[in-house]
């Protein structure tokens, strides 16, 4: 099979050798994953919400290969973190602080990114336990529990 010919398995979970989702289809997927994004955000949250920047990030967060479910825990855990330093600096300062979103998309990446997995590797990832799915060879494997934690890399799947 070449790069470019998908094989049935593959045109059965909508992806290719190339690329595992359409453009269109991964684009759809992000709008919305942006509106549950938007979701984690409460009524009197100290971090500004942008649906631009947060579409973005979850288009780049998908495209990377990354799990939805771990890019919704990822982004919780960096909102509570900066929301929480918002409310330390509006106790020092005596005014109410709001930070923009993206100082919580960039710690959302960072934590994203702390699996100490390439873009191509947890894409072919991925796809290898979709084609073991639709090739009927069981459950998707897990490399293991993904965390969010200050640390080194972790070479997991869901943030904590």
């Not at 994004?37 to 290969?65: M, P, S």
Request: aromatic share 6%; net charge positive; with cysteine.
């Amino acid at each position: 099979m070449q790069p470019s010919d998908p094989s049935d398995a593959e045109r059965q979970i909508g992806g290719s050798a190339k690329w595992p989702l359409s453009s269109h289809r991964i684009q759809r997927r992000a709008a919305v994953l942006a509106q549950e994004l938007e979701g984690l955000h409460w009524d009197n949250c100290k971090v500004i919400y942008q649906r631009g920047l947060t579409f973005a990030f979850a288009l780049g967060a998908l495209r990377d290969g990354h799990d939805a479910k771990v890019i919704v825990k990822c982004y919780d855990r960096a909102l509570h973190e900066c929301h929480a330093f918002a409310t330390d600096r509006t106790a020092h300062l005596g005014h109410v602080c709001r930070f923009e979103l993206s100082s919580t998309v960039s710690r959302a990446r960072k934590h994203l990114n702390r699996d100490g997995l390439t873009p191509a590797q947890r894409v072919r990832r991925w796809r290898e336990q979709k084609l073991n799915v639709a090739n009927g060879a069981g459950s998707r494997e897990k490399s293991g529990p993904v965390t969010c934690e200050a640390g080194g890399p972790r070479l997991s799947q869901s943030c904590s």
